[in-house]
């Protein structure tokens, strides 16, 4: 008896982890995906307001989490006060 109830529940754990896995997946691609959208949005001059609304955020701290700013735009932008100060 013991041997069936242990055979079960192996089971069901492999069950639950084969079946756990796909959606982990698909949860993890979709969260990577909203911050990549933030940082293109960023990157593109894109309001942190908008990007706000756009991801459904209330508080602009949690879009301030999801973005974050691309070594190559702050290169354009030192490269922008560079030629704004030139003589």
């Known amino acids: 008896m013991w041997k069936n109830i242990e055979k079960c529940l192996i089971t069901n754990r492999l069950r639950c982890a084969f079946f756990s896995f796909p959606l982990l997946i698909l949860l993890l691609s979709f969260h990577i995906a909203r911050h990549s959208f933030a940082c ?14 756009m991801l459904g955020h209330s508080d602009i701290r949690t879009t301030k989490i999801y973005t974050k700013v691309l070594d190559t735009t702050v290169s354009k932008e030192m490269e922008t006060m560079k030629n704004k100060f030139a003589i």
């Open 40 to 53: 293109f949005a960023l990157a593109n001059k894109v309001s942190m307001e908008t990007i706000a609304k």
